[in-house]
């Protein structure tokens, strides 16, 4: 979902960010990937390999077969870009201990379940708003 800059702070790019990227070393605190990485992901886990561990056989046998079919899909490398979640899933709290540098992977993962729940209300209250009153019985 993109962000809308206008629910967060003024200094939110020139102060805090930066401070919440250098705080955790530039690195997802969940999975540890660097910011601006360039690799593969291996679905549905956390291992992820970058063009030089490809190149120089720096990688499980197992791995290798699901590598190259991930690789057909998509040749060219995927970018890590390191967002700031808010822990608590509110926009209110931007204090340091409730911001975390994420990969987006982490990020949506982190966010899912709270994602999920916010749809099903959305979608339950736009239902409710469109809904027809039940005609009247006319009973004879």
Same mark, same amino acid.
């Given at each position: 979902?993109?962000?809308?800059?206008?629910?967060?702070?003024?200094?939110? =790019?020139?102060?805090?960010?930066? +401070?919440?990227? &250098?705080?955790?070393? #530039?690195?997802?605190?969940?999975?540890? =990937?660097?910011?601006?990485?360039?690799?593969?992901?291996?679905?549905?886990?956390? +291992?992820?390999?970058?063009? &030089?561990?490809?190149?120089?056989? #720096?990688?499980?046998?197992?791995?290798?077969?699901?590598?190259?079919?991930?690789? &057909? $899909?998509?040749? $060219?490398?995927?970018?890590?870009?390191?967002?700031?979640?808010?822990?608590? #899933?509110?926009?209110?709290?931007?204090?340091?201990?409730?911001?975390?540098?994420?990969?987006?992977?982490?990020?949506?993962?982190?966010?899912?379940?709270?994602? $999920?729940?916010? +749809? &099903?209300?959305?979608?339950?209250?736009?239902?409710? $708003?469109?809904?027809?009153? =039940?005609?009247?019985?006319?009973?004879?």
């Amino acid at each position: 979902m993109p962000i809308n800059y206008a629910d967060y702070p003024s200094d939110w =790019l020139t102060v805090i960010r930066p +401070r919440i990227l &250098e705080r955790d070393g #530039h690195r997802c605190k969940f999975c540890g =990937l660097a910011n601006h990485l360039l690799g593969w992901r291996i679905p549905r886990t956390d +291992r992820f390999y970058t063009p &030089e561990q490809f190149a120089g056989s #720096h990688i499980p046998a197992d791995d290798v077969d699901v590598l190259v079919k991930v690789m &057909e $899909k998509r040749p $060219k490398p995927w970018r890590i870009v390191l967002t700031i979640a808010h822990l608590d #899933h509110g926009l209110i709290n931007h204090s340091d201990s409730n911001l975390a540098a994420l990969c987006q992977r982490c990020h949506l993962n982190h966010d899912r379940k709270t994602v $999920k729940t916010k +749809r &099903e209300q959305r979608r339950r209250y736009s239902r409710r $708003k469109k809904q027809l009153p =039940l005609p009247f019985l006319i009973l004879a």
